[in-house]
C-alpha cells in the first residue's frame, strides 16, 4: 500500500486531494506546513509527496532542496514557466498548476509510484468480481484469466480508477497516451469492443457501460 504526504495549507484544497487519494486506497499523512513536513519525513518513509510552494514557515521550495530518493509533485497556484523549471532543476519531479483536474492528479501520482518501483508487490485495482494485475497485464473474472493488450490494460485501469464516473472519450485518450501511443477515437471504440468481447467469454455481465456523445464508465 503506497504512502503519500499531502503538505499544503489550504485545508478544502487538503481535504479534497486527501479524499480524493483515500478513494485510490492510499494511505495518507497530511501536513499543512512546511516545518510539519519536514518533522514527519525525519519520522517516516514515503512513497510520494504532493507539495504546495507557498506554505507557513518553510516554502515548499525549501522543502525540495531537503528531500532525497522521495518523487515530489508539485501542486502549486504559481504558474510562471520560471517557477515551474526552478522546481524541476531543483529536484522537483513533476508540476501541476492549481486549479487541477482530478483525473490528471491520479494519473501523474501513478506515473511517479510506477517509474519509483516502491512496492514490490504487483498493483491490483478491483471492481466488482473484476482483478486488474498490473505486473503482467491480466484481468481475473471470477479467478479466470483474460489476457489483454497494453492498450486494453490501459484503458480499463482508468475506468477502474474512476469507478463509475463517467469519462470523455477525449479524457480517457490523454489519460491513457501516458501509458501506450496506439489509439485515437476510431481505434478506442475497437478497443472498448474487443475488452467486452473478451470479457465475454467469460460472463453475461455487461461491465463498460457507454455514454452516448460522451464516453465511458463501469456499470454501476
Given amino acids: 500500500m503506497f504512502k503519500i504526504l499531502i503538505v499544503e495549507d ?28 519536514i ?3 525525519e519520522k517516516e518513509k514515503y512513497d510520494l509527496i504532493i507539495l504546495d510552494l507557498m506554505l507557513p514557515a518553510m516554502n515548499g521550495e525549501e522543502i525540495i532542496s531537503k528531500v532525497k530518493d ?9 504558474i510562471s514557466s520560471d517557477d515551474k523549471v526552478n ?3 531543483a529536484g522537483a519531479n513533476d508540476y ?46 471470477n479467478h479466470q484469466k483474460i489476457n489483454l493488450t497494453k492498450t486494453e490494460y490501459a484503458i480499463l485501469k482508468q475506468l477502474f480508477l474512476n469507478k463509475t464516473q463517467v469519462i470523455a472519450k477525449n479524457k480517457l485518450l490523454d ?9 485515437d477515437e476510431s481505434s478506442l471504440k475497437v ?5 467486452r468481447k473478451k470479457i465475454k ?12 456523445g460522451i464516453g465511458f464508465k463501469m456499470c454501476d
Fill in 96 to 141: 501541476i498548476t492549481k486549479p487541477f483536474d482530478s483525473n490528471e492528479l491520479l494519473a501523474r501520482i501513478e506515473v511517479q509510484l510506477r517509474q519509483n518501483n516502491k512496492s514490490s508487490s504487483p498493483e491490483i485495482l478491483k471492481y466488482k468480481n473484476l482483478e486488474l494485475l498490473n505486473d503482467n497485464h491480466t484481468l481475473l473474472l
Fill in 87 to 89: 522546481c524541476l532543476m
Fill in 191 to 195: 478497443h472498448i469492443s474487443n475488452i
Fill in 201 to 212: 467469454k467469460v460472463s453475461d455481465e455487461n461491465y463498460i457501460e457507454s455514454v452516448w
Fill in 175 to 183: 489519460l491513457i497516451s501516458i501509458d501506450t501511443e496506439d489509439c
Fill in 70 to 78: 522521495t518523487p515530489i509533485i508539485v501542486l502549486s497556484a504559481k
Fill in 10 to 37: 489550504d485545508v478544502s484544497i487538503h481535504n479534497v486531494i486527501e479524499e480524493l487519494l483515500k478513494r485510490q486506497n492510499y494511505i495518507t499523512y497530511n501536513a499543512y506546513s512546511g516545518t510539519e513536513a
Fill in 39 to 41: 518533522l514527519l519525513l
